[in-house]
């Protein structure tokens, strides 16, 4: 079936490197946008993390955030845990 786009065909890749080094990387390069990102990495850079996810987005892609809930510790107002 053509739907008469161009379909970018690529290989996933994985990064293992610290992502305050390869994000900007990426942006640099013009890799962005991407379809799907996973990010797992420690919590308090969580929402850094998001926000780099964000700009190597676009409409339509899929960001999935590991361990987001928590076991549900997410939704205990009282908690103090930093990580949560």
Known sequence: MDSGRRLRHEAARAFGSGAADTLPRLLAEGSAPF??????????????????????????????????VRDGAILDATGGDASV
């Open 35 to 68: 379809d799907l990102i996973f990010i797992d990495a420690d919590k308090q850079s969580m929402p850094e993390y998001f926000d780099w996810a964000l700009r190597l987005s676009r409409r339509g892609t899929l960001i999935i955030v590991d361990n987001v």
